[in-house]
T-cell receptor, first 109, second 112 residues
Framework: NAGVTQTPKFQVLKTGQSMTLQCAQD?????MYWYRQDPGMGLRLIYY???????DKGEVPNGYNVSRLNKREFSLRLESAAPSQTSVYFC????????FGPGTRLTVT | GENVEQHPSTLSVQEGDSAVIKCTYS??????FPWYKQELGKRPQLIID?????GEKKDQRIAVTLNKTAKHFSLHITETQPEDSAVYFC???????????FGAGTTVTVRA
């Protein structure tokens, strides 16, 4: 039982490049979430998926897209990375008691 | 949307003393209030939570209190130990959408 897993752990992108962050959970949760964490700002919700086949915007969705591939997997895509997207990204699954993945540290230069 | 404010941003306590972190929220429909602990370089982990039909909940050395009328809730850590040093986040959500709104975090340092 791995809980919530994320890949990659670290990534460096140049401005304008694209990439997809992968997340998977094996806890049979319906809801999955993507957050970003920046110093002094807590965790901010980017997108969430209340159930397979549905996605909705969170607090800071601009510059991101998501796909709920199936009940287990929820991916986050940056189409054209910008330095402002340098952050630590966490995936979580829930609903109420949200369990977080180990995070992806992304740097955009 | 929900706005959660957390105070203080940093807290230094002597080992064995108590630590208190306070949060306020804006949305009166919020009814679920978890607390997360995040050690350096690690993922946030749920340590305790409370729902709006309960005023207080305790788990060993940690307790959470909720005042729905005033829209604030607090985390209390008693008999602090060095392993309690971490960043603590409060959060709030409604039951109909499960979206958590987080406070900015409190860095707790326990001095030996």
């Amino acid at each position: 039982n791995a809980g919530v897993t994320q890949t990659p752990k670290f990534q460096v992108l140049k401005t304008g490049q694209s990439m997809t962050l992968q997340c998977a959970q094996d806890m049979n949760h319906n809801s999955m979430y993507w957050y970003r964490q920046d110093p002094g700002m807590g965790l901010r919700l980017i997108y969430y998926s209340a159930s397979e086949g549905t996605t909705d915007k969170g607090e800071v969705p601009n510059g991101y897209n998501v796909s709920r591939l199936n009940k287990r997997e929820f991916s986050l895509r940056l189409e054209s990375a910008a330095p402002s997207q340098t952050s630590v990204y966490f995936c979580a699954s829930g609903p109420y008691e949200q369990y977080f993945g180990p995070g992806t540290r992304l740097t955009v230069t | 949307g929900e706005n959660v404010e957390q105070h203080p941003s940093t807290l230094s306590v002597q080992e064995g003393d108590s630590a208190v972190i306070k949060c306020t929220y804006s949305d009166s429909a919020s009814n679920y209030f978890p607390w997360y602990k995040q050690e350096l370089g690690k993922r946030p982990q749920l340590i305790i939570d409370i729902r709006s039909n309960v005023g207080e909940k305790k788990d060993q050395r940690i307790a959470v209190t909720l005042n729905k009328t005033a829209k604030h809730f607090s985390l209390h850590i008693t008999e602090t130990q060095p392993e309690d040093s971490a960043v603590y986040f409060c959060a709030a959500s409604r039951s109909n959408d499960y979206k958590l709104s987080f406070g900015a975090g409190t860095t707790v340092t326990v001095r030996a």
